[in-house]
């Protein structure tokens, strides 16, 4: 299995995005993350499933030092972004996050317009010279968010008001419009119906063409559904990571395997 | 491990990232511009209260000691014969026994006398007589006593009277102070803790003012505020928690006890006046008043962090004991109202701890009156601890601004005393469900 | 002698208890079930003894004095009271009270220490009669629940019948206080307006509270305009919040986001320490410290300085609303739910940015809510400015001058000798009525504003 694993990241090397190496991560006592190493590669999306508790959506946080903001996380090991060290001291977690953008599992718009929710990243950043070109950005991001037709004539109205699947794709176009390359989704679906669900997935389906995306999920069908990579979390280690179609039809690992059907819960 | 170069190339969106990092140093920037703004703003809270506390510690601990003078008085027969007692010329006699240790004074003439004589407090001759009406034997003694000194020699001896000072803006003159320095030669100055601080009522004269009669007033107004709005305070909230329905009246009732929580002290002082003191003609200056007032003051503190007390048990409690049959009062009065009580007992000492710092209804109803006297009872006329820091800042003799910082620090002292009981009980008893 | 009752209803209450106990327990040991525990028979005995002969004694001691004086200063020979207003009544009514203590002074009339007499005997007969009264109902009320001792009487719920009634009596208690608040004001006021036109007391740019003492006197008729104590109030107030507001509000964004855990648990027990000095030691600071160093910092860069200003007055207040602003700041920030915080950063802002774009503007309603219930605060407090702003209402809005307040104005016309009869005791009822109307309003709406806020995040 080693072997297949090493061969296989020969091949895509050419378009790693992300590496992570021996990622430990510690809350408090609890060793939450053990010895983990992962390549998500570009313009793909992987998915990281697994148990309740198996701390996949912790590692996912690592990948943008979401997890600095947590006082008793530590984090140790290596993650590199483009090759560099994305824990390093000269690494500005701010500017990290610009490039590593995230969607999070209940939907959370700011209390301002829908046009304020988009243009927020634009403006800290600084991305956006003049008027016309925050709003030619707003625009693009809303298109990219798959919403710009249901909201275009209500710029202005609070992105509070609008519906629970139409504010996550509204969070997408928030994160899509700061320019990332990669977009961390932390079960985006898990809070929407079933239409909400099906049109957000369809999104990132799209998004696919232009970053690379890695989604935490815990639906097994919506891993099989949206991404070309996948990777089993159980207990803190990383179990099992290949393409998905191998991992739903021909698990190398007993707990994967026990786990897709549907024996771990 | 493999090496694991990107050979991704030039990130896609090179303008984006750069535009990023060329923002960082000024944004950087502005959040230590917020954090130190908002670090200067705790710093200056910090000042005022170090500022406000040494003020107070500055002026006020000179208040806890007194200058006295130790006298050998002779009491003559002559001037306090025995059929006359209680009257009797009990100054003369302190006069001549002070003129005796004062240098080159002729005390036969009249004004040197008295100026001499207003060495010692006007209270001088009252504890004289007071031993000699108690032991009328000691007439035609001499007996040693230690009595204060008024004001001005007691500010002198405390270096609150500046000797540099020109004569003519010094209220203690040249050859007073003389006198002063005479008696400090023959070791007959002392300055002993202020026992009168605690032991005296109120007194015109700043040497004899003491905060006896505040401390009963405000522990009888303490008292009558605690009886009535504990039960009071604790019955509604039980209720309004407990048993009341979900309708428009405890709605009304809650949105009611809300506001009463923030009505201005001052209207409160109003209402005791027209109503307890106007139209049931409960007497003025009466602790009792003051206590039905801060009562009603009070118990909207004492609801609300009994409702928070009771809330905070968690239902799993009362479902048991229901469960077991008991009735719902037996499951409120048997098991959730013992559970909540630290929290019930923390928020009634703070209620009782603003309570005693209020000033603005007593003052309406009258505590703020000259009484020399501690109240024997709650109806009898008194001032309160914080109503005697009104009078006293108020009062022109220099000698009551060290007595008024005083009476803070007594004031304070008190409130932090029931503070920390609140919260050793809130953390002794604090329970994790 | 007023204790006498009290232990008699103490007496009768345990007396009560007993015999119910007892006679419940005796049917219990005759081989009945009981309906209730023998100590509920004992409680509802005691409690119906309670409640009624407690309520009967205080009432008592309540109307006694008013009713007895009553009747005195009607006893009195005709004639004695022609020509006196209520003052000069008031005063002999004082008189003859401190005759019956046996504090005379001078020689006073014989009718007075007749009247002395009477009085004496009267409280005598109503001290007796009230014991005589107490012990009959108690008797009565023993019996009556003596006589209920059965084995199915439902001892329990009649117990928890009657305290379920006192705790609804406890319940409304809030409600009669605002009820007596209300009505006590509206009632002063309404006579207030008798002798002052409601328009001279909204619109009028004047107040002189000065009343002739007596009928000859030359005196100022006395102006009773509200706008130039409003105006004072104001004053004070803006300077306290532009004190208050911005140092409260950066602490709390400091505290909430910015301090290390340690700092945080020493400043916030502190800044609690600051909120709970009483406003007389604020105000005396005031006179003391801040009023002072004020004057000699205004006379070195030569500008005239009043002794009492508004600066010191409204400058000490602000202290005052220190911590109350940031706490209420930090609650309402930290009330913002922690997605919206994971949001912003997740985006790459700075925590500042984050607090300034994002947890400021969704924590504002909170906030403003808070400032307006310190608004309402600075209206409202007394000692400070009673201490530390002036006495005289001018039409000014100069912080350096010297200013008045409504609640100053209420203080001093109330202290000292009050009768309820003149414009100028009256005023400041109608002053009180305002300061009421007022700060309800303001409360109501932040109270509105704060619950709403809270609501939207639960």
């Known amino acids: 299995m080693n072997d297949m694993r090493q061969f296989e990241r020969d091949v895509k090397m050419t378009n790693t995005k992300i590496t992570a190496r021996s990622v430990n991560v510690h809350y408090g006592d609890t060793h939450a993350i053990k010895d983990v190493d992962v390549d998500i590669a570009d313009k793909t999306v992987t998915a990281f499933i697994g148990p309740s508790g198996c701390g996949k959506s912790t590692f996912l946080r690592c990948l943008n030092r979401m997890n600095d903001t947590i006082d008793i996380c530590r984090v140790t090991g290596l993650i590199n972004l483009d090759g560099k060290d994305i824990n390093h001291k000269s690494v500005d977690p701010v500017q990290l996050r610009a490039q590593v953008g995230m969607v999070f599992q209940k939907p959370n718009p700011f209390p301002k317009s829908i046009y304020d929710n988009i243009a927020y990243g634009p403006r800290i950043h600084g991305l956006a010279r003049s008027k016309a070109d925050l709003d030619v950005i707003v625009e693009k991001s809303l298109r990219r968010g798959a919403i710009w037709e249901e909201v275009k004539d209500r710029l202005d109205q609070p992105g509070t008001g609008l519906s629970g699947g139409q504010q996550q794709r509204l969070c997408i176009a928030r994160a899509v419009a700061t320019e990332p390359e990669v977009l961390l989704m932390d079960e985006p679906c898990s809070a929407l119906d079933p239409i909400a669900t099906a049109q957000v997935e369809e999104l990132i389906d799209e998004l696919r063409q232009e970053y690379s995306v890695v989604i935490v999920t815990h639906s097994m069908q919506q891993a099989a559904r949206v991404s070309q990579k996948t990777a089993f979390f159980h207990l803190g280690h990383l179990v099992e990571f290949n393409d998905t179609d191998q991992i739903f039809t021909n698990p190398q690992d007993s707990r994967t395997e026990s786990y897709i059907t549907g024996k771990i819960g | ?433 | ?458």
């Open chain 3, 1 to 458: 002698m007023t204790t006498l009752p009290f232990l008699l209803l103490i007496l009768a209450v345990i007396v009560g208890y007993v015999l119910n106990r007892v006679a419940a327990k005796t049917i219990r040991d005759g081989g009945n079930r009981l309906h209730s525990m023998t100590s509920y028979h004992g409680m509802f005995s005691a409690l119906l003894i309670l409640v009624p002969v407690l309520t009967f004694i205080l009432l008592w001691l309540v109307l006694r004095g008013p009713v007895i004086d009553g009747m005195v200063m009607g006893g009195l020979p005709d004639g004695v009271l022609v020509d006196l207003d209520s003052g000069g009544v008031q005063l002999v009514l004082a008189e003859i009270k401190s005759v019956s203590r046996g504090q005379v002074f001078g020689t006073p009339e014989d009718w007075k220490i007749a009247a002395a007499d009477r009085f004496v005997i009267l409280h005598q007969r109503a001290d007796w009669l009230l014991i005589a009264a107490v012990a009959a109902i108690s008797l009565l009320l023993m019996g009556f629940a003596r006589s209920r001792v059965t084995a199915d009487f439902r001892a329990r719920q009649g117990v928890e019948g009657i305290v379920s009634g006192l705790m609804i009596f406890c319940s409304t208690v809030a409600i009669f206080t605002t009820i007596g608040i209300i009505v006590s004001l509206t009632y002063e006021t309404f006579r207030f307006l008798e002798a002052v036109p409601l328009t001279d007391f909204l619109f009028g740019v004047n107040w002189e509270p000065q009343i002739p003492l007596r009928e000859d006197q030359i005196a100022a008729e006395g102006a009773f305009g509200w706008l130039p104590v409003f105006l004072g109030t104001i004053v004070i107030t803006v300077v306290a919040l532009v004190v208050a507001v911005p140092i409260g509000l950066f602490s709390a964004i400091y505290l909430n986001e910015f301090a290390p855990r340690k700092l945080r648990s020493v400043v916030k027990p502190v800044l609690e320490i600051l909120a709970g000095v009483p406003t007389v030691v604020y105000g005396f600071f005031a006179i003391l410290v801040v009023a002072p160093a004020i004057r000699s910092l205004g006379q070195s860069i030569g500008l005239d300085v009043a002794p009492n200003t508004a600066l010191a007055a409204g400058g000490v207040m602000g202290i005052m609303l220190i911590p109350f602003i940031s706490s209420f700041a930090d609650d309402a920030l930290s009330a913002v739910p922690q997605t919206l915080r994971d949001g912003a950063l997740g985006l790459g802002a700075t925590r500042g940015e984050m607090m300034t774009t994002v947890l400021f503007p969704a924590a504002l309603p909170g906030i403003v809510g808070g400032v307006l219930l310190a608004v309402s605060r600075a209206i409202g407090e007394t000692m400070i400015v009673v201490m530390a702003a002036g006495l005289i209402a001018k039409l000014t809005i100069n912080p350096l001058d010297s200013v008045t307040t409504v609640t100053v104005q209420i203080v001093t016309l109330l202290i000292g000798d009050t009768s309820f009869d003149n414009p100028k005791t009256l005023a400041a009822f109608a002053l009180g009525m305002m300061l009421f109307l007022v700060t309800l309003m303001i409360n109501i709406f932040a109270l509105r504003i704060v619950r709403k806020y809270r609501e939207a995040y639960d």
């Open chain 2, 1 to 433: 491990m493999t090496d694991f170069t990107t050979g991704a190339g030039v990130p896609r969106n090179t303008t984006s990232t750069e535009l990023v990092a060329a923002s960082l140093k000024r944004r950087r920037r502005k959040q230590s511009r917020l954090q130190w703004i908002g670090l200067g703003a705790i710093s200056v809270a910090f000042l005022m209260l170090f500022i406000l506390v040494s003020s107070l510690i500055s002026t006020g601990w000179q208040a806890f000691t007194q200058t006295h003078v130790t006298l050998e008085v002779y009491v003559d027969p002559e001037e306090i014969p025995v059929d006359r007692l209680p009257r009797g010329g009990f100054d003369d006699a302190l006069a001549a026994s002070l003129g005796k240790m004062v240098p080159g004074v002729d005390m036969s003439d009249r004004k040197t006398a008295r100026a001499v004589e207003s060495i010692l407090s006007n209270g001088a001759q009252f504890s004289l007589r007071d031993m000699v009406v108690a032991d009328p034997d000691l007439i035609g003694q001499t007996i040693t006593m230690k009595v204060p000194v008024s004001d001005p020699y007691d500010q002198l001896n405390k270096g609150l009277i500046e000797r540099e000072t020109p004569e003519e803006n010094r209220r203690v003159k040249n050859n007073e102070i003389a006198w002063f320095d005479a008696l400090v030669a023959q070791g007959a100055i002392s300055k002993p803790f202020n026992l009168a601080l605690f032991k005296n009522a109120d007194s015109r004269f700043p040497e004899q003012a003491g905060l006896k009669g505040a401390l009963v007033g405000s522990f009888w107004a303490l008292l009558t505020c605690f009886l009535i709005a504990f039960p009071l305070g604790i019955g509604s909230a039980i209720y309004l928690e407990e048993f009341a329905p979900k309708n428009k009246l405890s709605d009304f009732i809650e949105v009611n006890i809300n506001n009463l929580a923030a009505v201005p002290s001052v209207v409160f002082g109003l209402l005791a006046l027209a109503v307890f003191i106007g139209w049931f003609g409960l007497p003025r200056s009466a602790p009792f008043v003051g206590g039905l007032t801060l009562a009603l003051m009070t118990m909207p503190t004492i609801i609300i962090a009994t409702r928070a007390a009771l809330k905070a048990v968690p239902p799993s409690i009362r479902e048991a004991a229901l469960g077991l049959g008991a009735s719902r009062q037996q499951v409120v009065f048997q098991h959730v109202l013992p559970l909540a009580m630290p929290g019930v007992l923390t928020g009634t000492i703070i209620g009782l701890a603003q309570a005693l710092g209020e000033t603005a209804p007593l003052l309406l109803i009258g505590m703020n009156a000259f009484i020399t006297s501690a109240a024997s009872s709650p109806f009898d006329s008194a001032t309160a601890l914080p109503t005697q820091i009104f009078i006293w800042a108020d009062s022109p003799e220099r000698g009551f601004v060290s007595r008024t910082s005083a009476a803070i620090l007594v004031l304070l002292g008190f409130l932090v005393i029931m503070n920390a009981i609140a919260i050793y009980l809130r953390q002794k008893f604090e329970r994790k469900w």
